[in-house]
């Protein structure tokens, strides 16, 4: 495979384990490439992979019972796509795993990872640490969801990932945020001539960030 020592390197979680520990890492790590698109995974499936976002990004989708689909979270580089099913040894919950843009992924054999490295306690104690930030971002997602207007859910991604919403469709950017394109675009509409943004081609620039984070904690 591909050597990942250069990503794994980056990572917080993995900075205290010895060289000996990294390298057995590398050995069950599968370094894969996943174009635009592709799904990664889809609810029901055995969690046999802790799969790590290298670069790309991934959305994490449910369908409700009305057919709608309700964005989750982004998974961005550097952090796990569904850390809480590996360790509750749970198939994935989420309806899937979206490829949104070009991706590498290290793929951990799961098994593997958990008989060598658990009995690590102070590594043990950082994963179980990692989980908890998760269980509580998705708590913010969905206070989010139910809680903020379309306005503050644009303004938190712009302040957010100004980058990331630079290269997506806005298609894409609508179903992360659970709008509708063309109330994704009205919302826009108004930034601009409230002069709290500008478009430069088809990039936004924000002319007044103070305004756009009023917006986001209303």
Known sequence: MKDTRFELSKIDLFSSLSEEELAFLRDISNLKRFACGEILFYEGEEA??????????????????????????LVQPYDF?????????????????????????????????????????????????????????????????????????VASFLLDDI?????????SIATILNLTPETLSRTISVFKKRKIIEMKGTRVVVLDENALRKIAES
């Open 163 to 171: 980058g990331l919403f630079n290269t997506l469709k806005n298609k």
């Open 48 to 73: 046999l992979w802790l799969d790590l976002v290298v670069q790309g990004t991934l959305k994490i989708y449910k369908v409700l019972p009305n057919s709608r689909e309700l964005f989750l979270h």
């Open 81 to 153: 796509v569904s850390l809480e099913s590996n360790l509750l040894s749970r198939p994935y919950e989420t309806n899937g795993a979206f490829i949104a843009t070009d991706a590498q992924i290290l793929r951990i054999d799961f098994a593997k990872f958990k008989e060598r490295l658990f009995s690590n306690s102070a590594f043990l104690q950082q994963l179980l640490t990692k989980t908890s930030q998760k269980v509580k971002l998705f708590y913010s997602i969905l206070n989010d969801e139910f809680a903020k207007n379309s306005e503050a859910k």
